[in-house]
């Protein structure tokens, strides 16, 4: 009989307070997951308004991060919380990034030893409405540098991204466009300041989601795309080494493609979408693509839906098994199933009810699912991160860390295969999807070393770095 062991501990907010909860347990009996609470510990703030998300800085070093309103009046600020365990205790550490008015965390990623955080900020100039506010941390949470990058309109930032140890920040703009909102590739040096910003787009409306690089001199930029139907699509552009168009081509169906995510295997791109073309419009499922990045052939596509909204959550690439976690979704409560793919086809393998694999009192924290992260993935351990909503507080957010569960997942005989028709799944392996020549115009926009720009790099902004000692506030 295998062992199991994770190590559980819960971030709980409402809007007068932020609550940590630690916990480990073990579990030994039919392959299931259980736990027994050894200690809590809980952290408490004045306002928490969004946590955005969860990554892992180090080995047992997580970092939480949102918006919060403890600080500024008029609107939230950058919020940063990172948890450390060390000896099975617990620190935390906690920080705030602080402008006068509104300042919005879009996203935080690692890169080499330094946090790059960016998001939306209205601190700067109130009357452009939003700018783009950069940060830029060390794995301490001491704030080194940050700038904003503003434009005679509003900016939107979407992603960071990076590609051959370059940072990129993907985000829209209604400052200089061909259309009406349309999308930016922010390149930045290695010192994290703005090298230049190319403004690529349509005649209608899109914002980018991802950049991947293709070969030496070439690029793929998705993003979601404005029709003139008003419906939503995805669009693939390819540009050269200088961003440059070259072709792209735009994907969609009856109704709204919003991208969830993108996953590269070997020379093809995985890329899933929320949709609501397979079934009633009111509904949601999950579009995923197979692309062969060489040839830029749709290769497959499966349309995945339940009777209920069912909505994309994460996934774990093991090799050759693509795993796919969805949430089916009965307007509040939660059902999480997995759906084990071959990536090199998208084949369906399994479909598996995540309660089977997890005890009832360990499974009650999926009951109403908001957001799943896959935090690390070796050979023995997986580490997962939720977000849930429950009836005593507005969220949770809980990281616990799994041994042996993809082992568990495809050798496990006391776990039944679901019939793809107990979800009334709707597999089909060309759905009514259609494909159509797409133009797009490229501008550089700005260069550190132009004097002629349409946009801005300032430092000159109001704003206050707070860290808390929580030791009087950690019980």
């Known amino acids: ?44 703030a004045s306002s928490i308004d969004d946590l955005k998300g969860v990554i892992q800085v180090n080995n047992n070093e997580y970092l939480f991060y949102g918006d919060t309103k403890s600080f500024t009046q008029n609107g939230s600020d950058f919020l940063f919380v990172k948890v450390n365990e060390t000896n099975n205790d617990y620190e935390a550490n906690a920080s705030v990034l602080s402008g006068l008015f509104n300042d919005s965390l879009v996203s935080v990623k690692k890169f080499n030893n330094y946090l790059l955080a960016v998001g939306n900020t209205w601190s700067y100039s109130q009357d452009t409405l939003e700018d783009i506010l950069v940060s830029v941390l060390d ?32 985000s829209s703009t209604r400052s200089a466009t061909f259309g009406k909102e349309n999308s930016l590739i922010i390149k ?45 699509d995805i669009y693939f552009s390819i540009l050269d ?5 070259i072709r792209a081509f735009g994907l969609g169906g009856a109704f709204d493609e919003n991208i969830k995510d993108s996953i590269l295997y070997k020379d093809k791109l995985i890329l899933v979408s929320q949709t609501r ?40 690439l093991d090799n050759d098994k693509l795993i796919l976690f969805i949430d089916s979704r009965n307007k509040d409560t939660s059902n999480v199933f997995l759906v084990l793919l071959d990536p090199n086809s998208l084949n369906l393998t399994k479909i598996i009810n995540l309660e089977d694999l997890l005890a009832k009192d360990s499974y009650s924290y999926f009951n109403r699912l908001r957001n799943l992260f896959v935090l690390n993935n070796n050979s023995r351990y997986i580490d997962f991160a939720v977000n849930v909503v429950n ?27 679901y019939n793809i028709l107990k979800y009334y799944l709707r597999v089909s392996k060309y759905p009514n999807l259609e494909s159509y020549d797409l133009f797009m115009n490229t501008k550089l926009v700005y260069s550190k070393d132009s004097q002629d720009n349409t946009f801005k790099i300032d430092k000159n902004i109001n704003i206050k770095y707070l860290q808390f000692d929580v030791s009087s506030i950690w019980k």
Do not use: C
Request: proline share 2%.
């Open 1 to 44: 009989m295998n062992y199991i062991k994770y190590i559980f501990f819960i971030l709980s907010f409402a809007v007068f307070y932020l609550s940590l909860f630690l916990s480990i347990g073990y579990a030994v009996k039919n392959y299931k997951l259980d736990y027994e609470i050894k200690n809590k510990k809980v952290l408490q």
């Open 139 to 170: 794995e301490n949470l001491n704030l080194i540098d940050y700038y904003v990058i503003s434009g005679s309109r509003q900016e939107d930032v979407s992603n960071i991204v990076f590609v051959d140890n370059t940072p990129f920040i993907l």
């Open 188 to 232: 930045l040096d290695s010192n994290f300041n703005a090298d230049n910003i190319h403004l690529i787009g349509t005649n209608s409306e899109d914002k980018p989601y991802n950049l991947i690089k293709l070969s030496l001199n070439k690029y793929l930029l998705l993003g979601n795309y404005l029709k003139a139907t008003g419906n939503k």
């Open 241 to 245: 080494g200088n961003f440059n168009f």
């Open 277 to 316: 073309s397979f079934k009633p419009h009111e509904k949601e499922n999950v579009l995923i693509n197979l692309i062969d990045l060489k040839s830029m052939k749709i290769l497959r596509s499966l349309a995945l839906g339940t009777l209920n909204d069912d909505y994309y959550l994460n996934y774990i």
């Open 391 to 417: 009836t005593d507080t507005l969220e949770d957010y809980a990281v616990f860390k799994v041994d042996n569960f993809i082992d568990e997942l495809y050798k496990n005989k006391k776990l039944k295969d």
